[in-house]
């Protein structure tokens, strides 16, 4: 895992709040796997042809990423517009930047990021 495990609690707790406060972010919605709670997490949605790549900080086992596995979709708010994603996979480094492409800034290599999360666009 890329970040420090303790570090997500701080994330969940204070920054993710803080974060769907100032409505700057895009939101994934989601339902916990097993509670069926619904949750809205803020992350950075990168746009890619027919759907969306997200950059796993915390690795493939944060609980957002195994509850959008489990349930095989989500909902995105992006610029006050909502898209629904389905058939989440995680997918490796080379993956994920060959569909994002030029122009977004990759993370820095301290932080060992190698899994990425594609969700494609719903039809219809």
């Given at each position: 895992?890329?970040?420090?495990?303790?570090w997500?609690?701080?994330?969940?707790?204070?920054?993710?709040?803080?974060e769907?406060?100032?409505?700057?972010?895009?939101?994934?919605s989601h339902?916990?796997?097993t509670s069926?709670?619904?949750?809205?997490?803020?992350l950075?949605?990168h746009p890619v042809?027919g759907?969306?790549?997200?950059i796993?900080?915390?690795?493939?086992?944060?609980?957002w990423?195994?509850?959008?596995?489990?349930?095989?979709?989500?909902?995105?708010?992006?610029?006050?517009?909502?898209?629904?994603?389905?058939?989440?996979?995680?997918?490796?480094d080379?993956?994920?930047?060959?569909?994002?492409?030029?122009?977004?800034q990759?993370p820095?290599?301290?932080l060992?990021?190698?899994?990425?999360?594609?969700?494609?666009?719903?039809?219809?």
């Amino acid at each position: 895992m890329p970040m420090p495990r303790w570090w997500t609690q701080i994330n969940k707790r204070v920054f993710n709040p803080a974060e769907l406060r100032r409505g700057v972010r895009p939101v994934l919605s989601h339902v916990g796997r097993t509670s069926g709670t619904s949750y809205r997490t803020p992350l950075d949605a990168h746009p890619v042809d027919g759907g969306y790549v997200f950059i796993l900080v915390y690795g493939s086992q944060s609980d957002w990423v195994r509850n959008v596995l489990a349930a095989g979709h989500a909902r995105l708010a992006v610029d006050g517009q909502e898209f629904e994603l389905t058939a989440p996979r995680v997918i490796s480094d080379g993956e994920a930047w060959r569909a994002i492409g030029e122009g977004v800034q990759r993370p820095p290599r301290l932080l060992r990021i190698n899994e990425y999360l594609r969700m494609d666009l719903a039809e219809g």
